[in-house]
């Protein structure tokens, strides 16, 4: 029994990795949409949030069933209940990256916002990539760097809405693609704040 129940456990951080791949897919997608501007990259990843939805859920079901049907104590008990937090950032990752795509296919962007797009990308590719692996390894220093990282997400945030908001004082944008822009960022800010998530989950377990 307990034999089997080490596997399931295993199976769970498999479908934890999994799921962390279609995110990985889905910020590639946005970056390859930076580079050719072609619509279907976007929807790509607004098809991904379904798939990266139904991925969580099935974590969250099995983390449940162990726990009825197991009732795990300590350390095993720590990991499926740390689990379905992990699945639910998993879905709001999900929607904000659909809420991105959705922003980028209605408004271009300029050279430097694609810098800034780009810059976020890279970072939190890294630390999404990082901070599963602290979590099914149960690496805690390499949690703790990851969640540093964000640092860099919270100063391209800001770099990003100055940049913004002198193009819209210079008549380069009006109000509402403003406003859009600010949020578009604001979602990579909060990725950010997920994939920090992530790696703290990791320090828990």
């Known amino acids: 029994m307990r034999t089997r129940f080490n596997s399931d456990l295993g199976s769970i951080k498999d479908m934890s990795k999994e799921v962390s791949q279609l995110i990985?897919?889905?910020?590639d997608r946005i970056d390859l949409y930076l580079d050719n501007k072609n619509d279907e990259n976007l929807d790509h990843v607004i098809e991904l949030y379904d798939d990266i939805r139904r991925g969580a859920s099935g974590i969250e079901r099995f983390c449940f069933e162990l726990l009825a049907l197991q009732q795990p104590v300590a350390k095993d008990l720590r990991l499926l209940q740390m689990e379905i937090k992990l699945a639910s950032t998993f879905k709001r990752i999900a929607?904000?990256?659909?809420?991105?795509?959705?922003?980028?296919?209605?408004y271009g962007l300029s050279e430097k916002e694609i810098v800034f797009l780009k810059k976020f990308i890279e970072n939190e590719k890294n630390m999404l990539e990082d901070g599963i692996e602290a979590f099914v390894t149960n690496n805690k220093d390499l949690a703790l760097a990851t969640i540093e990282k964000d640092q860099i997400n919270n100063?391209?945030?800001?770099?990003?809405?100055?940049?913004?908001?002198?193009?819209?004082k210079n008549d380069m944008i009006g109000p509402l693609e403003l406003s859009n822009k600010i949020l578009l960022f604001k979602y990579f800010e909060r990725l950010g704040d997920r994939l920090a998530r992530v790696a703290d989950l990791a320090t828990r377990l």
Do not use: P, Q, T
């Not at 990985?24 to 910020?27: D, E, Q």
């Not at 929607?95 to 922003?103: G, K, R, T």
């Not at 100063?155 to 819209?168: G, T």
């Open 155 to 168: 100063d391209l945030f800001i770099d990003a809405i100055n940049f913004a908001a002198d193009e819209n």
């Open 95 to 106: 929607s904000h990256l659909n809420s991105v795509a959705e922003i980028l296919k209605s």
């Open 24 to 27: 990985l897919i889905s910020y």
